[in-house]
């Protein structure tokens, strides 16, 4: 996971990922919701749980080789702080990442123009209620802490975890999950019931960010990086292998 070199198919990825996450979050709301004229929310937010579900676990399949498929500021910020991501990748990943969002909730404006009539809206939800926020900075803290479980602890099922999680935390927290600073700044953009208001827009940002970065915290001493040739190693890598793994601790 160690991620130094930045290459223009990592932003490439980074952005298209990113984008094709946005298109995914807000049109499978607005489709339920304004071209389907449901008038339950709970049929939309099902929706939108499989559909990001679905749809993020073939994302992360199809760019994870190209760009490690963080799609997310928080999950960027927090490979940083664990050391994964150089800050100047970071920097260059998140610009893709922000760009892919815009790109991505213009695209599905388009899309379905004859239903929105518009291409860009500022939204007026209000979200800013603390139990949002709250909800937002677990949402975003238990996604770092099952990126890290799951890379570290050398799963094999990492995309369909991670689908399988972001889906489920859809329909079972009160914020729906946005758990995204990118996701965040898209849905400004677009008068579907997903939208939320500038302010709360940040105050949720500001929540992932944090959740994202305590989890790197955390998780980083749950799961320590394996050693490199020549490392010194602690108790956990000791106990990888029967009778210690050879290092100078080891004997």
């Known amino acids: 996971m160690n991620e130094s070199c930045i290459s223009s198919r990592g932003l490439i990825a980074e952005f298209l990922g990113t984008m094709g996450l946005i298109i995914v979050a807000i049109g499978s709301i607005i489709l339920p919701q ?3 004229g449901s008038v339950l929310p709970y049929e ?3 929706i939108n749980a499989i559909a990001v579900g679905f749809v993020l676990f073939a994302l992360i399949e199809t760019f994870g080789p190209l760009s490690g498929a963080h799609f997310n500021p928080a999950v960027t910020l927090a490979l940083t702080v ?11 990943y998140i610009t893709a ?3 892919g969002a815009l790109v991505g909730v213009l695209l599905v404006n388009v899309f379905f123009y004859d239903t929105v009539q518009g291409l860009l809206f500022v939204s007026d939800v209000d979200r800013s209620s603390i139990y949002l926020i709250v909800s937002e900075f677990f949402c975003a803290f238990m ?10 602890g050398g799963s094999s099922r990492t995309p369909m975890v991670v689908g399988l999680f972001v889906g489920g935390m859809i329909i079972t927290t009160s914020s729906t999950m ?4 990118a996701v965040d700044i898209a849905r400004i953009f677009t008068n579907a ?10 105050w ?10 305590a989890a790197a915290i955390l998780f980083g001493w749950l799961y320590p990086k394996k050693l490199k040739e020549g490392e010194k190693c602690d108790a956990f890598d000791c106990s990888a292998k029967e009778g210690g793994c050879g290092c100078e601790k080891c004997g």
């Open 97 to 99: 990442q922000l760009i």
């Open 178 to 181: 946005f758990a995204n600073p």
């Open 82 to 92: 664990s050391g994964e991501c150089s800050p100047k990748k970071a920097g260059c």
């Open 143 to 152: 996604l770092v802490a099952v990126i890290f479980g799951c890379v570290r």
């Open 34 to 36: 304004m071209v389907w």
């Open 44 to 46: 939309f937010v099902l």
């Open 193 to 202: 019931a997903c939208g939320i208001a500038p302010v709360s827009a940040l």
């Open 204 to 213: 949720f940002m500001i929540a992932n960010i944090a959740g994202g970065i």
